[in-house]
């Protein structure tokens, strides 16, 4: 069952408090909300739950994101209504600290920042104008919707033009070996996606699509930035082998480490034995891994 909050997460939460209510930090028409979530989390047993969120979303600076959680909280979402699991949330904290690590080594400059080519199943309605808002400091977002995979190929490489080394593209699985390897040949790199299970998934909240779509943006802007410079020991692979064991889908057996290579080195034969899969996000549960690629993207 859920347990007691200690003496230091009464600390930590009164330390939050007073720094969410900072003027400086947080609009005057906020501190109510705040006030309430953090009470609500409190009454109803929640605390303990809560605190690996809101800790990163503190640390990050993240205070609209922190916001929208503390949201949720009033209205029963994203709550865990199961036990504290102590082992998941180290690790979450843990990998979050490599995710800080790796994001910092990739660029944002808007002259270097990375363009991000997303087929246009993976949007629902408002979503990209969403996402530019969010993320535009951070990475560059083209929506590419084409009749069919031939045209695809061709947009890709078009868009990408005299941007290629920092383009990376999310395309639907239907692509051939032939079509992958022209959008390879460009210098941009792959990420390939189940587009049957992105268009199921229009259909579903966008509560329950942003997990994903975090995730995708994370995966995206790892896969562009791993080159053959980059050690196997660094926090950039490290954090990619987290999402390739968690994340993706294979066609038979393979070795993870193999095919982190091949989204390192656009090895076209190895990215088609797998693919990046829609997962929902889950009700009333704590997003333990949700920090991490919050803390990649905002670092």
Not at 120 to 147: K, M, N, P, T, W
Request: aromatic residues 8%; negative net charge; hydrophobic residues 35%.
């Amino acid at each position: 069952g859920r347990r007691e909050p200690d003496a230091s997460e009464e600390e930590f939460m009164e330390n939050l408090r007073a720094k969410i209510l900072d003027e400086n930090k947080m609009l005057r028409d906020d501190k109510e909300l705040i006030k309430e979530a953090v009470q609500a989390a409190k009454e109803r047993g929640y605390y303990a739950s809560s605190l690996p969120v809101l800790k990163e979303r503190v640390k990050t600076g993240h205070e609209k994101g922190m916001l929208s959680y503390l949201k949720d909280v009033i209205e029963g979402k994203q709550i865990s209504s199961g036990p504290w699991d102590e082992e998941k949330a180290e690790r979450a904290a843990k990998m979050a600290d490599t995710a800080r690590d790796a994001g910092l080594r990739i660029p944002t400059h808007p002259d270097t920042r990375y363009r991000l080519l997303v087929t246009s199943e993976f949007f629902a309605g408002g979503e990209l104008r969403r996402h530019r808002a969010d993320y535009g400091d951070r990475f560059d977002i083209e929506s590419v919707s084409a009749s069919n995979d031939e045209q695809f190929t061709e947009k890709v490489i078009r868009l990408s033009r005299g941007q290629e080394k920092r383009s990376v593209a999310l395309v639907p699985d239907t692509l051939t070996q032939d079509q992958l390897r022209r959008i390879a040949g460009a210098g941009i790199k792959i990420v390939r996606t189940d587009v049957h299970t992105l268009l199921k998934a229009r259909y579903d909240s966008r509560e329950e699509r942003s997990s994903f779509q975090v995730d995708t943006y994370a995966i995206m802007l790892l896969v562009r930035k791993i080159d053959e410079n980059t050690p196997e020991n660094s926090p950039l692979y490290e954090l990619l082998n987290f999402y390739v064991g968690r994340l993706f889908s294979f066609d038979g057996e393979i070795d993870i480490k193999d095919y982190l290579q091949g989204l390192a080195f656009n090895r076209v034969v190895v990215l088609l034995r797998g693919v990046l899969a829609y997962h929902r996000a889950e009700p009333f549960r704590v997003p333990e891994y949700e920090i991490v690629s919050a803390t990649l993207i905002s670092a």
